[in-house]
């Protein structure tokens, strides 16, 4: 079985620049998350969905920054515009929420970005 | 609110050399789940282990051994015979039942094993 597929999964850009990432999920999977991960903060949950629909997006940084998740097949993360201190690792992952499986998600390869 | 403290940032040992991983964990709820994530060099965060709350038995897998003490909140991960391909970035994480797959991970200890 495919895993969660990201891409791009490297992406540099200029400041300003608008940024597209994504992610299709694990067929079945209902809850996708997206995290950022930074040296200096480390694996920082930003906005997960349960069955396509946003749940918290409490940890999104500031409104440059947005997800949708249009069907479940598919989502994106946005940043626009871009700043060097989004540079970033950006992990999506999956997970099924039966409750033996809590918490067993599932990761992508992440996509690094790098803002200049 | 929830914390994860991995007070180790860097480990190296030997191969064959047993280690332990350490974790602390902060909560409010008396329901939970803690759990160990791998980050291998090729950088995808891989599932190894959930402990809900009620569960304090220790685990073993392979060479991978698990204690979890709610007296100290702690929840530490041994690798006994340690192996070069264990070399990679280990999380600690925890989940209140309320947030259900919401995880608070921990700094990560990244674990060198040297041939």
């Known amino acids: 079985d495919a895993g969660v597929i990201q891409s791009p999964r490297h992406e540099v850009t200029e400041m300003g620049q608008e940024v597209t990432l994504r992610c299709k999920p694990i067929?079945?999977?209902?809850?996708l998350f997206w995290y950022r991960q930074t040296m200096m903060r480390g694996l920082e949950l930003l906005i997960y969905?349960?069955?396509?629909?946003?749940?918290?997006d409490s940890g999104m940084p500031e409104d440059r920054f947005s997800a949708k998740m249009p069907n479940a097949s598919f989502s994106t993360l946005k940043i626009q515009p871009s700043e060097p201190r989004d540079s970033a690792v950006y992990f999506c992952?999956?997970?099924?929420?039966?409750?033996?499986?809590?918490?067993?998600?599932?990761f992508g390869e992440g996509s690094r970005l790098t803002v200049l | 609110a929830q914390k994860v403290t991995q007070a180790q940032t860097e480990i190296s040992v030997v191969e064959k050399e047993d280690v332990t991983l350490d974790c602390v964990y902060e909560?409010?709820?008396?329901?939970?789940?803690l759990f160990w994530y791998k980050q291998p060099p090729s950088g995808e965060l891989v599932f190894l282990i959930r402990?809900?709350?009620?569960?304090?038995q220790n685990e073993i897998s392979g060479r991978y051994s698990w204690n979890f003490q709610k007296s100290t909140s702690s929840f530490n991960f041994t690798i006994t015979a340690s192996q070069v391909v264990d070399s990679a970035v280990y999380f600690c994480?925890?989940?209140?039942?309320?947030?259900?797959?919401?995880?608070?991970f921990g700094e990560g200890t990244q674990l060198t094993v040297n041939p």
């Open positions: 402990r809900n709350s009620f569960d304090e």
């Open positions: 969905f349960n069955n396509n629909v946003p749940i918290d």
């Open positions: 992952a999956s997970s099924f929420s039966p409750s033996g499986r809590i918490g067993e998600l599932f």
């Open positions: 994480a925890l989940s209140e039942a309320t947030s259900g797959s919401r995880l608070t």
């Open positions: 909560t409010r709820d008396t329901t939970y789940y």
């Open positions: 067929s079945g999977h209902d809850y």
